[in-house]
């Protein structure tokens, strides 16, 4: 991935040409980047992108690099759209939108769905705006700067989705150091009980919803118990945990009837 992107080339040409020879300024611009990859600095700040579900999702220092687990909650609501009738045509919020991977991904698959987006970074949201742009689905996210549901108040949807901070006080000392030293900890964060974002987001769930409605959020995999209480506290219907691909407990879905 460094040597391809020092080059300039689809790295498929690394193999097609490779007697081809690096310059002297190529060769020092790659050590560089493997000094800076050895020291855990992510390889996709460094190159500058990522993929995330079939889209190249551009990034900076300012927002999280998009994970495979969190390619989950677009496949749920792609499915659930086109499976459940009251769904079609949906009026999405996507709280916490970083790079706007969920977003643009969402935009891409569903072309009757209109979405707002929100962060309380707005760098984070040029970010966001940029990769709406580059996958032509800018005329159909709004990105509004704020916390929580600040920047929806009294407006209602038929989805609310988020991968909020939700890791624990306790948690972090184990986060290995690509993550902890690089990505923003502002988006990784959650308190305590990794709750003090996904708490809130829960709990007001219910006066963002239309009816039907669904909430949609990423958590941690020690947090099922905790989340699924929290729900049937805020009067969220059928909440459940459903498992990533590597089988952890990982999103959160509820409905608003």
Known sequence: MLLAHVLEIPRLN??????????????????????????HEPVQYLVGHTPFFSLDIHLSR???????????????????????????????????TGSGCIAVALARNLPDARIIATDVSAQALEVAADNARRHEVADRIEFRLGPHYEPILHEHFRYVVANPPYISDAEWADV?????????????????????????LIEGASAHLETPGQAVFEIAASQ????LARAQAAGLEDPMVLADHEGHPRMLVADHD
């Open 14 to 39: 690394l193999y097609l040409d490779m007697d081809r020879p690096a310059s002297p300024l190529e060769r020092a611009a790659y050590r560089d980047l493997v000094e800076r990859a050895v020291n």
């Open 176 to 200: 290995p150091p690509n993550v902890k030293d690089y990505e923003p900890a502002t988006a990784l964060r959650g308190g305590a009980d990794g709750l003090d974002h996904l708490g809130v």
């Open 62 to 96: 300012d927002v999280l690099v998009p994970r495979p687990c969190t390619e989950m909650l677009v496949e749920h609501v792609i499915r659930h759209t086109r499976q459940t009738p009251g769904f079609a045509c949906p009026l999405i919020a996507d709280i916490g």
């Open 224 to 227: 099922k118990p905790a989340v």
